[in-house]
C-alpha cells in the first residue's frame, strides 16, 4: 500500500531529530511534526538544555573572572553584570542551533509539518495547523517523541512574574539578589548554582529527605561541601504550604513547615521564586488511543528493547517513554528506533550510560558506585585524585573536585569513574570507553597523557588506587604486568 511517507516523525526534540536525520541516511521520506510555531528542537533547543546550559556558561565565566581578578569595590556580580547581556547571550545561541537543526532538515530532504499533531490510526497522523487547518498524512511507520513538561504545584500558582517556572526564568529581566528555588532535580541544583555564580543568595527547599540519592557518597559530601562554599542553604523535608507577593514588604513569601520535628510555620522572603517539579509526559493530545497504543500508571508510553510500543508501526523514544529522560540517551534512542524501523542492524545501546549535570561545579558518573559494589559483596578498590593536586587546575583555579575511580581488586577492571569539578561532564568520557572495551585502571598508567590536562587526573587516582592494592599485600611488579593479577 502506498502511503505519503516511509516515517512521520511527532516532535522533533533529540530523538525526533536523530530518528530523521538517520531515516534519510536510508533514503526513507521522513515528515517531522512540530507543534511550535517559529522554532525547531523543542525542550532541548528552546527551554531546556541549550538555553540552561548557555546562561550556565555565562554565568560561570563570570564567576571564573570574579575569582581570579576580583572586584576593588567589593561589588557582587549582579552589581557589574545585566541579566539583560546574558539572556542575549543564550538567545543567540538558541538562534544559531534552531538554524542548524533547520539547515540540516532541509539539506537532508526532511520535510516538516508547523501544528499539532495526533494520531487517527496505527498509519496515519491528522495535523492542526496554526492556521486554523487541518492536514491528514499517512505512513509506514510513526515515531511518537512529544517530550515532557513540568508537573504544577499543588499549593501555589506559578504567575510568571515573581513566582517563576523553567521558562519564565529564562526571561528575568535583571539578576535577582535572592531567590528560592522549590524542587529536588537535577535542575533545580543546575539553576541554583548558576544564580549562587552571579551573586545571588540562594535558598534551596527540597520536599523530599534527600536529594540526587543516585551520587556516590564521596563525590555528594564534596558537593554538599560546595554548595555551602557557595551560600547555598538548602532545606530538606519540608512541605510547601503557600507562595504568594506581599506588597506591604515588597516581598515574596514562602510559608512552609518541616515534615518532622517542629512543625511551626516557617516564612522565607525572597525576591523571586523558581519552581522545579516533577515531569509529566506528552501525550494527552496524542489521541493513543486511536491507535490502541499503550502507556504505564503515569502514562509514559511503554516499549519495548526496540523502542517499539504494542503496535507494530508505531515507535517511540525520549522523555515520552520516560528513564533516563537525558538528551543525550534521546539522540541515540531516535536513531535505534529508525534502525529498527527499517531492519538495518545498528550497534545497540549499551547498559552504561553516563550522566551529566551541570552544575557549579559540575558532576558526571558512569558505572558502580563504591556502594553499589559493596552492597553486591565485589572486592573493590578506590583510587582518588583530587584536582587540588592537578598543575591545570591550579592554572585555571578550579582547583574544587574529585575523580574517583571504582575497580575490580584482583583483575583491576574498571566499574565505575566519579567525577566533581570543571569538566567532569567531559572528563567522564575517557573513563566510559576504556570501561566499553572492558579495560582496567593499568590503562590510566600505561598511557601518556597530554600535560598539563585535568585529564591527568585519571593517572594519578589510578595510581592511588594501585598503591592500595600493593599496601594489602598484592606485589607491585604483578600489578603491573600484562596479565591480569
Not at 155 to 167: A, P, R
Not at 276 to 290: A, E, H, S, Y
Not at 321 to 348: K, V
Request: net charge negative; proline share 3%.
Amino acid at each position: 500500500m502506498s502511503r505519503d511517507y516511509n516515517v512521520i516523525i511527532i516532535g522533533s526534540g533529540p530523538a525526533g531529530f536523530s530518528c530523521a536525520m538517520q531515516s534519510s541516511k536510508f533514503d526513507q521520506k521522513v515528515l517531522v511534526v512540530e507543534s511550535h510555531e517559529d522554532y525547531l528542537g523543542g525542550t532541548w533547543i528552546n527551554t531546556g538544555t541549550v538555553p540552561s546550559k548557555a546562561l550556565r556558561e555565562a554565568a560561570k565565566t563570570i564567576l571564573e573572572f570574579n575569582n581570579q581578578f576580583g572586584d576593588h569595590e567589593s561589588r557582587k556580580p549582579y552589581e557589574r553584570f545585566r541579566m539583560a547581556d546574558l539572556l542575549q547571550y543564550k538567545q543567540e545561541i538558541l538562534e544559531k542551533e534552531n538554524r542548524k537543526v533547520k539547515n540540516d532538515f532541509i539539506n537532508n530532504n526532511v520535510d516538516v509539518a508547523r501544528g499539532f499533531g495526533r494520531l487517527l490510526d496505527d498509519h496515519t497522523v491528522e495535523v492542526e495547523t496554526h492556521l486554523g487547518t487541518t492536514e491528514t498524512y499517512t505512513a509506514d511507520y510513526i515515531l511518537l517523541c512529544t517530550g515532557s513538561s513540568p508537573t504544577e504545584p499543588g499549593t501555589f500558582e506559578i504567575e510568571h512574574n515573581k513566582i517563576l517556572d523553567y521558562k519564565s526564568i529564562l526571561d528575568l529581566t535583571h539578576i535577582p539578589r535572592r531567590l528560592v528555588v522549590i524542587g529536588s532535580s537535577v535542575s533545580a541544583f543546575e539553576y541554583a548554582t548558576i544564580f549562587a555564580a552571579l551573586g545571588t543568595r540562594i535558598t534551596l527547599l527540597n520536599e523530599q529527605d534527600d536529594y540526587l540519592t543516585f551520587l556516590d557518597h564521596e563525590i555528594k559530601e564534596h558537593f554538599q561541601q560546595a554548595l555551602h562554599d557557595r551560600g547555598i542553604t538548602v532545606k530538606n523535608g519540608i512541605s510547601i504550604q503557600d507562595v504568594e507577593f506581599n506588597p506591604l514588604r515588597n516581598n515574596t513569601e514562602v510559608k512552609f513547615k518541616a515534615n518532622t520535628g517542629e512543625q511551626q510555620l516557617q516564612v522565607l522572603e525572597t525576591e523571586h521564586v523558581l519552581y522545579l517539579g516533577g515531569r509529566k509526559p506528552n501525550v494527552g493530545n496524542l489521541n493513543l488511543d486511536k491507535a490502541g497504543v499503550k502507556t504505564d500508571e503515569d502514562n509514559f508510553i511503554i516499549v519495548d528493547e526496540n523502542y517499539k510500543t504494542n503496535v507494530d508501526s508505531i515507535y517511540a523514544a525520549g522523555d515520552v517513554i520516560g528513564f533516563p529522560s537525558l538528551a543525550s540517551a534521546s539522540f541515540t534512542q531516535g536513531r535505534l528506533a529508525a534502525c529498527n524501523m527499517f531492519s538495518i542492524s545498528s550497534l545497540e545501546m549499551p547498559e552504561q550510560i553516563p550522566y551529566g549535570i551541570y552544575t557549579i561545579p559540575e558532576i558526571s558518573n558512569i558505572g558502580m558506585t563504591e556502594q553499589e559494589a559493596e552492597k553486591m559483596g565485589l572486592d573493590i578498590t578506590v583510587g582518588r585524585a583530587y584536582f587540588s593536586e592537578i598543575t591545570k587546575a591550579d592554572m585555571t583555579n578550579h582547583n574544587d573536585g574529585l575523580l574517583k575511580l571504582v575497580f575490580n581488586t584482583e583483575s583491576l577492571k574498571l566499574l565505575g569513574v566519579h567525577i566533581l569539578g570543571n569538566e567532569a561532564a567531559n572528563l567522564v568520557h575517557l573513563g566510559q570507553a576504556v570501561m566499553a572495551l572492558d579495560g582496567d585502571v593499568r590503562y590510566f598508567i600505561q598511557h601518556v597523557m597530554n600535560y598539563p590536562t585535568l585529564s591527568e587526573a585519571y593517572r594519578i587516582a589510578a595510581f592511588n588506587g594501585v598503591n592500595s592494592v600493593y599496601k594489602e599485600g598484592v606485589q607491585y611488579k604483578q600489578i603491573l604486568e600484562e596479565k591480569n593479577c
